[in-house]
């Protein structure tokens, strides 16, 4: 691998890091770390998470910090996993209408009926509840990121700008 690729992966991942650091104190919980591999296309249960944190957490705080995560991934990402983040960035924008990094349920809806499948109030609520899990009433990056890994095959072949 050129090392121009590894400097252009390295400055994807610190992008990826700091959208799921959502305290932004620089290191990762074992629910950001989960969100982030799931973002990532990876499928890792509870007990694979925790096993993962441990094995990379070499300062032990519990916690992941940058160097620690890509020393543990970087041998395995390759350009494609990252291509797939910024295109899941690029959907993501489309919905975040006014670009303040929150979907809200009015930016839902109107982006669901410009693709053609406008909502009815029941299933944007439902929608919004399925995807909000901290209860804010607005998707982040890191909540779309996983509902969109979650049902990826339910949006395949869907135009979304």
Known sequence: MSSKLQVQQ?????EIFGRFDMDS???????????LLRSLGLKPSG????????NMDSNANGKVE?????????PDINAQVLLNQEQLLGVFKC???????????????????KMGQPLTYRELTEMIKEA????DGVISFTEFATIMARSASDFLGLSFC
């Open 10 to 14: 390295l400055n994807q991942l610190r």
């Open 25 to 35: 104190d620089g290191s990762l919980t074992m629910l950001e770390l989960a969100a």
């Open 47 to 54: 007990d694979q998470v925790q096993a993962l944190l441990a």
């Open 66 to 74: 940058f160097d620690e995560l890509i020393r543990a991934i970087l």
């Open 95 to 113: 919905f975040d209408r006014d670009g303040n990094g929150y979907i809200s349920a009015a930016e839902l809806a109107g982006a669901m009926a």
């Open 132 to 135: 909000d899990t901290d209860g």
